[in-house]
Structure formats: C-alpha cells, structure tokens
C-alpha cells in the first residue's frame, strides 16, 4: 500500500486541537515539528487527569494517591523502553536530550585524560558539541570530528576514532540535513577502540523504529517533546552494565540506599540517576505518548514520514532558485533545510507564518555545520505523520510567491 495512504490522516489531526485553527486568517500548517512536535489529546489529557485524581509524590508515600502515582510513573518507564526495546532499568527520565548528554558527559568524564579524545561528527546540534568541548576543556582531552562529504552524509573512511578515543557520540538524524546516519557501522568502529557509542538521538526516536540492541550502541538520548510527549521530560537510555558502573551526576533524595553522615550508597539503577521528586506528570504523558504511537505505529509513522519528506524533496527541487542541504534521495526523514536564493531564511518564516505555515528559521543550533556548509542560516521545514502532500503543495505554492515578491 502506498505509505501516505496508509493512515488516516483526516482522524489523526482530530486528535490534535492545535491543528484546528487559523492563523493571520488561513488554517494552521504546522512544519516545525523537528523543533517540538504538537500533543494529541490524550497526553494533554494524561496530564490533567494526574493533576484531577491522583497527584502525590512518587516512591515515597504509602496512600493509595501515591501508590498509583508510582505505579503509573514506573511503567511509563516500561512503556518507553519497550519502545526501544531496552529493559525498564535501563531508562532514566530527564529533562531532554540536552541533559542526558551533558549527564554523560560529567558521568563518563571521570575517566578521561589528556592522552584521550572524544569524537562527534560535523554535522551536530549544539547539544552534542558543547558538553563534550567543556569536559576536553576540564580534562585536556581533544575533540575529534567526523567529516561531512558534498551530499551531507557522514565520510566514515575519513574518521578521526583511534586507540585513544574513549567516546563517539553521534546523530542518529542530523537536525538540519536529515541525513540517516550509519549506526550500526559507527558503533562497530567505536567498539572495535574500546570507545562508548552514544547516539543522540531526538531526531531520530519520534520517526523510526528503534532497536538499541540491534544498533548495538551504549546509551541514547532523546526528548519526549518531539515525539508527542510534553516538555521538561526526556529520556537517557544506557546499558544495564555500564549504568550499574558509571557515577550519578546529581544528588539528594530518591538515589540512595543509604546514608551516613558522611557518605552514600547509590540506589539500584535507574533510581541512582534520578535525584529529587521527578517530572511525575510529564513521565506518565511521555508513557501516553508512546502508547499513542503505537497505536499507529511507529514502522507505518516511519514510511509515512520518509515519504512525505520524499515528496517535499521532489516538489521543492521544483523550484528555481533553491539551494537544499543534505542527501537528495533515500537515506533521508522527517525534515528539510534549503535557502531561497537572495532572500534571508527570516523573511521566508516571516512571510509563510503570513499565510498560517509555520517553518523554522535560522542557525538550527548547528553553527559548527553552518561553517562546515558556508551560510549563516537556512530555512527548515519538518514534518509529522499529522502532515500531508496537500500541506506540502500549499507551502511550494507560497514559496513560489515569496520568490515573485523579491523578484
Ligand atoms: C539532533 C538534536 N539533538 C539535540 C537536540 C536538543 O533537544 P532538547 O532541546 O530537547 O534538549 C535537538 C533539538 O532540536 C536536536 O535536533
């Protein structure tokens, strides 16, 4: 079956009242789903429903408030790894992917010298970088980075990874080229050195089916905002084995097991990397979340999004005037960036959120790439399975318009 006829689109955007509105007068397109996606009904609801009848504190309390309260909070634990077909222990809430990284990064920093280094690619999200740059500014270490070729794809024959190399931390899709990149080998290479592979990957867990064992790497990170949860929770997943040995980076109650007056035990994972009263409501609506896409699911999500990005790929290389960054074709999802020849990415948004199209606009939190490609800035549009070709033709039509504009 054709993948973009596979779902009902018309039933899904009923579930997201967001999406039923104007704005600046013309019906709501939303393309701007990289940056955070929109919340069906039932995660709004999930959360308000915690609030209504069973808010309490978690791990703590003996009531019957509690004791729910928990319950559903250790299986949206549950929920989320299955998803990624990780075990419950190895899932820690946090807030984002920003913070699973920069956890890693004060975690696993504790053994790294100045003989080592740390390798990321060229096409990163700040995210990615900058915990990364302050632990080899803490400890002497060097930052490595993989190459991008002329496409936008990873040039793995020219990567920097070495005997000294302790992690390589990688995209799993690149926020601005919505390149795929080749996990299974980056992992193989990184192993090979005895280096960590930790794949970022808040691009690419709302899109793709994922299989952590199948990928074979040792921690992941991820957003619940992009992929239908509310924000302020996110997830870190880690192997059972490496979390059990590496250190907790915040402290305080909930990730003991016991206290002296002048020292701790660390409780059992993944309570010891979860210190202080947690983001209750916003872990169960992350578990909300998940069940919505499965419901769905997340292989149909999959091939309706690459299509969808396939087709904006085709209509926009319609255009005259339009530089696209990133593969052309096939290993490629959710997003796309381009430039319109002679006109700044922000009058384009300007102009688009004019006729009710909402695209982001700017450095992409990618300003090493930015460099890498000589620009300042592009224009990106990104889709969800929310999305249709008919919200696509609307946007190369107002594209077609601008470009007369500026004529
Ligand atoms: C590839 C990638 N990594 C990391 C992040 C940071 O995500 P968050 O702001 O939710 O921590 C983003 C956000 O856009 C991203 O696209």
């Not at 709501?28 to 009904?41: G, R």
């Not at 794949?199 to 992009?226: E, R, T």
């Not at 960036?337 to 939190?365: T, W």
């Not at 620009?375 to 007369?404: H, M, P, W």
Request: contains cysteine; proline residues 4%.
């Amino acid at each position: 079956m054709n993948p973009l006829k596979e779902l009902h689109i018309e039933m899904i955007k009923q579930d997201f009242p967001i999406l039923n509105q104007k704005i600046n007068g013309k019906p709501l397109i939303y393309l701007d789903s990289s940056a955070t996606s929109q919340k069906p009904k039932q995660v709004i609801d999930a959360i308000a429903e915690y609030y209504m009848s069973y808010n309490a504190n978690v791990h703590r309390a003996i009531h019957t408030l509690g004791e729910k309260a928990t319950l559903k909070y250790e299986e949206a634990h549950e929920k989320v790894a299955k998803l990624i077909n990780a075990k419950k222990e190895e899932i820690i809430f946090t807030r984002n992917t920003t913070e699973s990284l920069n956890i890693l990064a004060y975690s696993l920093g504790k053994n790294i010298t100045s003989k080592d280094n740390i390798v990321v690619t060229e096409m990163e999200h700040h995210s990615n970088i900058i915990p990364w740059q302050q632990l080899c500014k803490r400890t002497g270490a060097q930052l490595r980075f993989i190459p991008i070729d002329r496409e936008g794809k990873l040039d793995i024959k020219k990567s920097p990874i070495d005997k000294d190399t302790k992690v390589v931390s990688v995209a799993h899709v690149s926020n601005v080229l919505g390149t795929m990149n080749p996990i299974k080998e980056i992992s193989n290479i990184a192993h090979k050195f005895g280096a960590y592979c930790i794949v970022d990957g808040a691009q690419s867990v709302p899109h793709l089916k994922i299989d952590i064992k199948d990928l074979n790497i040792d921690f992941m990170a991820f957003s619940g905002h992009k992929m239908l949860g509310p924000t302020g929770i996110g997830g870190l997943y880690g192997k059972k084995e490496y979390l059990k040995k590496i250190n907790p980076v915040f402290f305080g109650g909930g990730m003991i097991s016991d206290v002296t007056e002048q020292d701790a035990k660390w409780a059992d994972i993944p309570n010891k990397f979860e210190a202080g009263t947690p983001n209750i409501e916003g872990a169960i609506a992350l578990g909300e979340a998940v069940d919505y896409l499965e419901s769905i699911g997340v292989e149909k999500i999959s091939r309706y999004n690459k299509d969808l990005t396939q087709y904006a790929m085709k209509r926009l290389l319609e255009l005259n005037n339009i530089t696209v960054y990133g593969p052309e074709n096939g290993d490629r999802i959710g997003l796309i960036s381009f430039n319109l020849v002679g006109i700044h990415p922000h009058d384009v948004a300007q102009l688009l959120d004019k006729e009710g199209i909402a695209i982001r606009a700017g450095h992409m939190c990618a300003k090493p790439l930015m460099r890498t490609l000589g620009i300042s800035a592009v224009c990106r549009v990104s889709f969800y399975f929310y999305n249709t070709k008919e919200d696509i033709d609307s946007l190369i039509g107002s594209l077609k318009k601008i470009q007369e504009v500026f004529k």
